[in-house]
């Protein structure tokens, strides 16, 4: 008992001294003062224009016939391949093998991203304004590589590219394009 007793005392002294320091109330716990903060917003930024579509497969282009892009173009088109985009896949329309002398990419989603897919394809800064079909707005724009025309109406973009520096048959194909998709 005596060997009980020496193990048990110090804690019953360091009790002891705690009793002794209060004086029986419950002390409360700090405390913490805390200034509510400003709601914070997430806002996502755009991500921007989708990328620009690639060519997966050969296909026939559903909204444009070769011999019609061939006549408009000033080229013979020996060969056509397709995006994998749907519901309007893009159409790529090849001179030979492996040069593609004219593409079209339609776009449909919502406006902000269409008119960043024209605006990429032909910034404000650097292009003629594009007004045609009546109710589209874009820009063309010619250069050593060819030529681009680039319009939105919406949520829907339409961007023809060629291998030629007129625009004005970048323009007609476009316009031919958004006739047949009855955009």
Do not use: H
């Not at 109330?25 to 755009?46: F, I």
């Not at 032909?122 to 010619?142: H, I, K, Q, R, Y």
Request: aromatic share 4%; charged share 15%.
């Amino acid at each position: 008992m005596n060997r009980a007793l020496r193990t048990a005392l110090p804690s019953l002294l360091v009790l002891g001294a705690l009793t002794a320091c209060t004086d029986g109330t419950t002390a409360a716990p700090p405390s913490v003062t805390t200034t509510p903060s400003a709601p914070t917003t997430t806002t996502t930024a755009p991500a921007g224009p989708p990328p620009v579509p690639e060519p997966t497969a050969d296909g026939t282009c559903p909204y444009l016939e070769s011999a019609y892009v061939a006549e408009a173009n000033g080229q013979l088109v020996r060969k056509v391949r397709l995006s994998a985009d749907q519901p309007d896949p893009a159409c790529f329309f090849y001179a030979n093998a492996t040069d593609v002398q004219l593409s079209v990419w339609v776009f449909r989603g919502d406006p902000g991203t269409a008119k960043a897919v024209v605006d990429r394809a032909a910034p404000v800064a650097e292009s003629n304004p594009a007004s045609a079909p009546a109710g589209w707005a874009g820009g063309s724009l010619a250069g050593e590589q060819g030529a681009v025309y680039a319009v939105a109406k919406d949520g829907a973009a339409v961007v023809v590219t060629s291998n030629q520096q007129q625009t004005i048959k970048a323009k007609r194909i476009a316009e031919t394009a958004i006739g047949n998709l009855g955009l």
